[in-house]
């Protein structure tokens, strides 16, 4: 969904890292960075909290990047680079990282960046994120050193440390502390930041607006990403709900939006044929699938969970989701190709062979005598509900139950919290960049997963070299094999996301998500 200029351009994920993730920011079309201005974004979901840390949603994401950084970031080729870190260190055990921090860094209230309001950050975090946690488990001591120095004492090797402090998912984003404190484990509703944006105000349903930081201290790296150098040329940018994506089209069409996220993919020859309109494919965007219950309920039972994933054909649910074969890809893995260390073709022999008759065998089996089973999904991402309508049909052919409940967003967001109120729910996975941070491998995260097998694995990755592929390679082959022997999730494939800009928005680069720092608007 991501786009590239100068023109319409299709990004395969045999395409090299640069185009894939993005390029750094420049100026598009001729034209020279201009100051001023509103940036218009048309969005398909309104998020359900503004906080990073508090939620793994996409809608939140995308704004909340803006204006919240956090010690580390991905950089265009999704290796992790510092941002609020000037840098760090590790002494020779593995277990004491030694982390500098920025010089004249301030909130957005003015305040001082200090190892106070890090440490404060880091703490929260690690209680509400699925990576924070799992990185917490390490974690002895956090301490401040001096007033540019945080050092962070490890009570063993946790190699993944600095990878998870820069995971884009659940963000370890820093905040003044007495905000960290006052929102505890709920979502922050003081949204006090340091990125080159920050929060005015959020009009529910209706609009919300970040506007320039006149105070933002850039780094000066061309690393692309979410770090390196952020330039903030729009003196505001305005993100609008519109859920039906015929009115986004229509509207970046005409100018009253400059940019318009997850488009109906059959809508791209229109885009294509449009002069005044650039379309993009973004080959490394997410990939789909449906997510069980496995606290309560029908899914609770592994054998009706690979019953399930038995009776689904993954190309019939990406052709309803994704269209156009160009759009998507059938593939196992849970990283992505580019990821050269954590690819794996493990669980291959199981994905994509749908199974009709050893369905309804494993529904005998587990003694299943037609419980009803709530399959949420939304109508707010065009692909949820289209892969819905599919996957009720699949399910229902081998005996199980569906009750198929479309909600707004927001709503399925809130539902999907509460465990007595489905067994499965469809969403997308971005990029993750860690297996100890990927977000359904957690607990506490809907869909509720405890698996002891995999916290042995996880943990013996965690004290695996990064320069140890050989070894990283067995381990990841086996979490991925565990993966499709537990099914916490049901993968349908991987999509790549659409969306169109107009001529009024300069030096946009794609990603897989919107960026509009080193991005500008003319008249």
Known sequence: MRSLHPATRLVCLCAALLVAFGAVG?????????????????????????????????????????????????????????????????????????????AGIKFHNGQPLRPEDVIASLERWGKLSTGGRETFKFIKQIRKVDEGTIEIALSGVFTPLITNLGDPKQAAVIMPKAVAESSGLKPAVELI?????????????????????LGYVSRTEEWGGITGRKLAYADEIDFFPVADPQVRLAGVTTGQFDLALELPQDVYPRIKADPNLTADIVGVFNWIGAVFNKAQGVFSDERLRQAALYAMNPADLMAAAAGPREFWKLDPALFFPEQKGLYSSAGSEIYNHQNLDKARALLKEAGYSGQKVVLMSTKDYTWNNNAAQVLAPELEAVGFNVDAQVYDWPTLLSRRTKKDLWDIFLTGFSPSI?????????????????????????????????????????????????????????????????????????????????RFWNTWVTR
């Open 26 to 102: 420049g100026t598009a079309r001729g034209a020279e960075p201009v100051r001023g201005g509103v940036i218009h974004v048309a969005t398909n979901a309104e998020p359900g909290t503004l906080d990073w840390q508090s939620s793994t949603a996409t809608a939140t994401r995308l704004v909340a990047w803006h204006f919240a950084e956090g010690l580390f970031a991905l950089d265009q080729n999704y290796e992790v680079k510092p941002l609020l870190a000037q840098g760090y260190t590790v002494s020779p055990d593995g277990l004491r990282y030694t982390i500098r921090l920025r």
């Open 434 to 514: 860690d297996p100890t941070a990927v977000i359904f491998f957690g607990n506490t995260w809907p869909g509720w997963y405890q698996s002891p097998a995999l916290d042995k694995l996880l943990t013996q990755w965690s004290q695996t070299p990064v320069t140890d592929a050989t070894a990283r390679k067995a381990l990841m082959d086996q979490i991925q094999t565990l993966f499709y022997k537990e099914v916490p999730v049901a993968k349908f494939g991987n999509t790549y996301g659409l969306e169109a800009y107009n001529q009024r928005l300069r030096g946009y680069t794609s990603f897989f998500d919107v």
């Open 193 to 213: 930041g340091t990125g080159p944006y920050m929060f005015k105000e959020w009009t529910p349903g209706q609009k919300i607006v970040l506007v320039r930081y």
